[in-house]
Structures are given as C-alpha cells and as structure tokens.
C-alpha cells in the first residue's frame, strides 16, 4: 500500500479496500490496517470470491490497473523487493495477471507477494460502487457456519442474504445440497480447476460440477 501511495498522484491514502471475498485477500487489507491505521472500507470488488482479475468490479467499470505495486512478504520494517507494472491494451488484467505470477515466481520474491492497485478517489468510487457490506456479512454469514450445519445451515445463509443483510438484500436460492466428492485445480496461477458434488437428500444421485 505505501508503494502504491507512492506511485500514485493522491497525497495519501485513508481507506483501503479489499480486492475480492477470501482467505487472504480479505485479511490482507485488514492487516495492513492494523499496521497503518487506516480503515478498511465494508466492501469489495466482487461480493463474492473470484479466480481471476478481470471478474472484478474494478475491471469491469474500466478502471485503469496501473499504477500497481506486488511487494514481495517481509515483516515490517524489513526491507521488501517491489515491482510495478503496466500493461497496455483494451483488457489489461488478464494480460497482467500472467506478468504479475511471473514475478511473483521469481527468486528475489520467493513465491509469495502481495498486490495492491485500483487506486481511485472517493468520487471515482462513487460513481463505480463495490459491492457493499461484505466484511459484515463474513462476520455474519461465519457465525451461522459456526452454529449451524446441514441444510439448516444453508437455509438460513440465504435466509440472511436475502432478508437480514443491513446493507440491503442480495438474491441467493439453494440449488443443490451435496458432498464434495471430487477436486482439480489447474497449474499454477489462480484458483481454477472443477469440484465435483455429490448430491444428498432429495439431490441423491445428481452431480453438480463446479
């Protein structure tokens, strides 16, 4: 983030926003938030995980990728390996995804960086929203994981997206209730591949492909 800040015509930055609903591209900010004290902003660019950039809500309001900064993983004060990178053409994140494993992949960053770009202005985001109150509906939707199992558990996930979500409903049905039978990732890169589900219940003897 502080690289980024450089790069960038902006004074400094006061919020930070996750990418993307996951693991670690949701920790990611907050961690930095912990260590510069900057809110992190209830929302993201695609409500939902993804496996690849171009899906996000960034890329799809034509927001531009550069500048960027991939930093390579180092506990703070110590010195970090940094690139940035700028792709050109009419879609630059599918391009630049390939670009950013490959130096990611690189010795002098060791396999694991962090990203950060989509730098914009409070009216920038204005006018191209994210999706809103995702950070509290990870809170939200993990304590009914906690609490519950089954199709108890995904009746009242939906129940919660489409009735208790505070900042507004979002559609979500069940449409299919099974097992994980099954699991193939592609090579490298991001997360893609299939998972097979086996169905239960009034689903037994179906298979959804993910």
């Known amino acids: 983030a502080l690289m980024l800040e450089r790069n960038t015509a902006f004074p ?5 926003l996750p990418v993307e609903v996951g693991a670690i591209n949701t920790a990611s900010p907050l961690s930095a938030s912990a260590q510069l004290g900057l809110p992190v902003i209830d929302a993201d660019g695609a409500g939902r995980s993804i496996p690849t950039l171009p899906l996000d809500t ?8 550069y500048p960027n900064c991939i930093a390579s993983n180092s506990v703070p004060p110590a010195p970090y390996n940094s690139a940035s990178i700028n792709i050109a053409g009419p879609a630059p994140e599918a391009t630049a995804e390939l670009a950013f494993l490959g130096v990611m992949l690189s010795q002098p960053f060791g396999g694991i960086s962090g990203l950060a770009m989509y730098a914009q202005t409070g009216a920038t985001m204005q006018a191209n929203p994210p999706v809103a109150g995702t950070l509290i509906d990870a809170g939200a939707i993990g304590e009914i994981m ?7 558990r995904v009746s009242k996930i939906v129940d919660y997206l489409i009735t208790w ?5 979002r559609y979500a049905q069940e449409i299919f209730h099974a097992t994980i039978t ?11 591949g299939q998972i097979q589900c086996t169905g239960m219940g ?5 298979t959804l492909w993910i």
Do not use: C, E, I, W
């Not at 400094?12 to 930070?16: P, R, S």
């Not at 906690?146 to 108890?152: F, I, P, R, W």
């Open 202 to 206: 009034t689903y037994a003897g179906q």
């Open 58 to 65: 960034f890329a799809g309001n034509g927001l531009p990728l």
């Open 165 to 169: 979500r505070p900042a507004g409903p």
């Open 182 to 192: 099954g699991m193939t990732l592609a090579s490298g890169g991001t997360d893609v």
């Open 12 to 16: 400094g930055f006061k919020y930070l």
């Open 146 to 152: 906690n609490n519950h199992t089954g199709a108890d």
